[in-house]
Nanobody, 117 residues
Framework: QVQLVESGGGLVQAGGSLRLSCAASGRTFSTYGMGWFRQAPGKEREFVASIIPSGGSTSYVDSVKGRFTISRDNAKNTLYLQMNSLKPEDTAVYYC??????????WGQGTQVTVSS
């Protein structure tokens, strides 16, 4: 089992940047695939980005490609999401999640990102 705690959210102007972090408990972080998801008001939760356990491969939703970068530091049990060129439509609660099988079993509590125009 793994516990996840996000941080780094906040209020930023359009065009600005934020870096989200997700701290994981336990000694098995390096065995989990990790992902970032977001949920905007009135909308369903959507996939943002994912990274395999080794960090060697990543995937992104089209709307953030070229602007967001997912990374991980397995020695620090931490997942990151660097968000650049932020847009008002990126406003959402951002969640990190962990999986070993086909879907994500563990979720953090979320961190709010608000982008003003």
């Amino acid at each position: 089992q793994v516990q996840l705690v996000e941080s780094g959210g906040g209020l930023v102007q359009a065009g600005g940047s934020l870096r989200l972090s997700c701290a994981a408990s336990g000694r098995t972080f390096s065995t989990y695939g990790m992902g970032w998801f977001r949920q905007a008001p009135g909308k369903e939760r959507e996939f943002v980005a994912s990274i395999i356990p080794s960090g060697g491969s990543t995937s992104y939703v089209d709307s953030v490609k070229g602007r967001f970068t997912i990374s991980r530091d397995n020695a620090k049990n931490t997942l990151y999401l660097q968000m650049n060129s932020l847009k008002p439509e990126d406003t959402a609660v951002y969640y990190c999640a962990a999986r070993r099988g086909g879907w994500y079993d563990y979720w953090g509590q979320g961190t709010q990102v608000t982008v003003s125009s």
